[in-house]
């Protein structure tokens, strides 16, 4: 399934792509997610997520597969299993940022994956808790480069 967001900070794109690129400055942005540790270029950590009745905590790893600096772009690639093993999820994240009157626009796009419980919701959910989350992360993306 493909999600899009857009949304708009007030600090200069050069700090938000920084802020962006600090996943441990930006985690806990993240309603339910948390880091528990760095192996090389990986990151390990939780996220927990309520759909609908249900709500799935996934373990898994997060890192970037791709950084250009020049086009504002950067695309991360996540996935995890459920602590319950009732399912999986996978993300693939693209952001990209560009200046707009001295802030900065960002869209992610989400191409996500799930299987288990939490996959018997349709689009219409997924989307509307994607759409809360990304929009506590602006809000506290806002505060952390202000």
């Known amino acids: 399934m493909r999600l899009e967001n857009e949304f708009r900070v007030s600090s200069p794109v050069q700090e938000v792509w920084e802020a962006l690129l600090d996943l441990e400055r930006v985690t806990p942005c993240l309603p339910g997610a948390a880091l528990t540790e760095q192996v090389g270029d990986e990151y390990r950590g939780t996220m927990t997520v309520k759909l609908g009745p249900v709500t799935a905590r996934y373990n898994g790893t997060v890192r970037f597969l791709e950084t250009d600096e020049?086009?504002?772009?950067?695309?991360?690639?996540?996935?995890?299993?459920?602590?319950?093993?009732?399912?999986?999820?996978?993300?693939?994240?693209?952001?990209?940022?560009?200046?707009?009157?001295?802030?900065?626009?960002?869209?992610?796009?989400?191409?996500?994956?799930?299987?288990?419980?939490?996959?018997?919701?349709?689009?219409?959910?997924q989307q509307?808790?994607?759409?809360?989350?990304?929009?506590?992360?602006?809000?506290?993306?806002?505060?952390?480069?202000?």
């Open 128 to 146: 509307d808790v994607a759409t809360k989350i990304m929009d506590r992360f602006a809000s506290c993306l806002e505060n952390q480069v202000f």
């Open 70 to 125: 020049a086009n504002r772009r950067a695309v991360l690639q996540a996935s995890g299993r459920d602590a319950r093993g009732q399912g999986t999820a996978s993300a693939t994240i693209t952001s990209t940022l560009r200046e707009e009157d001295g802030g900065t626009h960002v869209r992610v796009e989400t191409e996500m994956r799930l299987t288990g419980r939490a996959a018997q919701f349709g689009r219409g959910i």
